[in-house]
């Protein structure tokens, strides 16, 4: 097993998990590049790793195939020491309910909360046999205020932080830490459709937010600095909900 600390983003080749990628290399760490069908994104989010001064590597797999990403998990613990875990990786499919198709619902609640176990339960095992670990879950505003068109996003971002703060109590006593981060309005490629004036309207700060600031929240979660906060929910949202 490599020596070095490792951190595993799931979605890190792009948005808010390449910024996290980027932010937890130059907090020295070797980076698990989590991510689905966009090898070339991927590829570049490694690069600039490498640029960072740190190292990584590419785990391909898709985290709502509970069989395969068992196996690969299990492996990835075998051969690295990962102390940090970002369970980043999500979708969107907005519309209202009385017009969401069960396929709708089905996608996002199976992407943004039903991995939840499959991805975390391997490493969680690593993370409690080692004594050790940080584990940052990115939710969502929309899970703590609820915003209309998202009944099924909302709901998936609302359940991973009561998982985050149950998890928190399982794994405390072997100084594994969980916490959630809820960015609010985030200027990436999922909110590229969004009416982003119309949104700002209700941002105290009258900006959207960036991918690195959203980062800058789980380097701290992930550090020493943050050896006693668990179960917590830090906001990254402009304040739009407080």
Same mark, same amino acid.
């Given at each position: 097993m490599s020596q070095k600390r490792a951190a595993l983003i799931t979605g890190g080749s792009r948005g808010i998990g390449r910024a996290t990628s980027i932010r937890l290399a130059r907090d020295g760490y070797h980076i698990l590049i989590n991510f689905r069908e966009n090898k070339e994104e991927a590829e570049r989010t490694l690069s600039m790793i490498t640029e960072a001064g740190s190292s990584g590597e590419l785990c391909p797999f898709d985290i709502t195939?509970?069989?395969? @990403?068992?196996? /690969?998990? !299990?492996?990835? %613990? !075998?051969?690295?020491? /990962? $102390? #940090?875990?970002?369970?980043? @990786?999500?979708?969107?499919?907005?519309?209202?309910? &009385?017009?969401?198709?069960? !396929?709708?619902?089905?996608?996002?609640?199976? %992407?943004?909360? %039903?991995?939840?176990?499959? =991805?975390?339960?391997? =490493? =969680?095992? $690593?993370?409690?046999?080692?004594?050790?670990?940080?584990? #940052?879950? &990115?939710?969502?505003?929309?899970? !703590?205020?609820?915003?209309?068109?998202?009944?099924?996003?909302?709901?998936?971002?609302?359940?991973l932080i009561g998982a985050v703060k149950a998890l928190a109590r399982e794994c405390a006593k072997r100084d594994v830490l969980v916490n959630a981060v809820t960015p609010g309005l985030i200027s990436t490629d999922m909110t590229e459709e969004v009416n982003e004036k119309k949104l700002l309207q209700n941002v105290p700060l009258n900006r959207p937010g960036t991918p690195e600031e959203v980062a800058a929240a789980v380097s701290f979660l992930a550090s020493d600095d943050a050896s006693y906060i668990t179960g917590q929910v830090l906001g990254v949202n402009g304040g739009v909900y407080m």
């Amino acid at each position: 097993m490599s020596q070095k600390r490792a951190a595993l983003i799931t979605g890190g080749s792009r948005g808010i998990g390449r910024a996290t990628s980027i932010r937890l290399a130059r907090d020295g760490y070797h980076i698990l590049i989590n991510f689905r069908e966009n090898k070339e994104e991927a590829e570049r989010t490694l690069s600039m790793i490498t640029e960072a001064g740190s190292s990584g590597e590419l785990c391909p797999f898709d985290i709502t195939d509970r069989k395969a @990403a068992t196996e /690969i998990l !299990e492996q990835l %613990t !075998e051969k690295h020491c /990962i $102390h #940090v875990l970002v369970f980043c @990786a999500g979708i969107r499919n907005d519309e209202l309910l &009385i017009f969401m198709s069960q !396929e709708q619902w089905d996608t996002v609640l199976n %992407t943004n909360l %039903t991995s939840f176990h499959a =991805v975390l339960k391997p =490493v =969680v095992r $690593h993370m409690m046999l080692n004594r050790t670990g940080r584990i #940052v879950v &990115i939710s969502s505003t929309s899970g !703590e205020s609820g915003l209309a068109g998202q009944v099924n996003y909302s709901a998936a971002k609302a359940g991973l932080i009561g998982a985050v703060k149950a998890l928190a109590r399982e794994c405390a006593k072997r100084d594994v830490l969980v916490n959630a981060v809820t960015p609010g309005l985030i200027s990436t490629d999922m909110t590229e459709e969004v009416n982003e004036k119309k949104l700002l309207q209700n941002v105290p700060l009258n900006r959207p937010g960036t991918p690195e600031e959203v980062a800058a929240a789980v380097s701290f979660l992930a550090s020493d600095d943050a050896s006693y906060i668990t179960g917590q929910v830090l906001g990254v949202n402009g304040g739009v909900y407080m």
